[in-house]
């Protein structure tokens, strides 16, 4: 269930069952935009570590932090928005396409990420003049179509 939008992404939440505990949980297609084909998890990260700063050409994610808390920078090349995610039960998606810096995390930070692709080192977009340079060009073949 999107919960919240903004110009760069939509907060999904997820079911969150709470008798004595929090039960969550995902039904890959039913809860997201895309198929799961990768689920992969961070956790002990050092103080002060920075993670992300890269986009992806066709792989879309969704982004949870089960425990803790963490500052998520997300860029399309023309605009940027800034997000605390610490909600467990609400995932950010990250679309392809999108540059993403992750910083600021709590101790005992752990993020689940859901991605709609195996994992391949050539979907990655590492340089982020490179990443301008190819948003401005989808955005010019776009408007030449
Ligand atoms: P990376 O995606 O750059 O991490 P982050 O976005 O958290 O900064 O990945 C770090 C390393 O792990 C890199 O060498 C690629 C490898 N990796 C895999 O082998 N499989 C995966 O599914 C992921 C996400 C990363």
């Known amino acids: 269930m999107i919960i919240k939008k903004s110009k760069l992404s939509k907060f999904i939440k ?3 069952i709470f008798d ?3 039960l969550v949980f995902t039904e890959g297609k039913r809860h997201l935009p895309f198929s ?4 992969y998890y961070i956790l002990n990260m050092k103080k002060g570590s920075l993670r ?3 986009a992806h050409k066709k792989c879309q994610q969704v982004i949870f ?4 808390r963490i500052k998520l920078v997300l860029d399309n090349g ?3 928005e800034e997000f605390i995610i610490k909600q467990p039960d609400q995932g950010i998606f990250l679309d392809k ?3 993403h810096e992750m910083s600021d995390f709590v101790k005992g930070t752990i993020l689940l990420v859901l991605a709609s692709d195996y994992y391949k080192e050539k979907d990655y977009i590492r340089d982020y003049q490179k990443f301008l340079r190819q948003v401005r060009k989808e955005l010019r073949d776009d408007t030449n179509e």
């Open 14 to 16: 997820l079911p969150n």
């Open 20 to 22: 004595e505990a929090n």
């Open 52 to 54: 992300g700063f890269h």
């Open 36 to 39: 799961i084909k990768r689920v």
């Open 78 to 80: 023309s605009n940027r």
């Open 97 to 99: 396409m999108i540059w």
């Open 65 to 68: 932090c089960i425990q803790g």
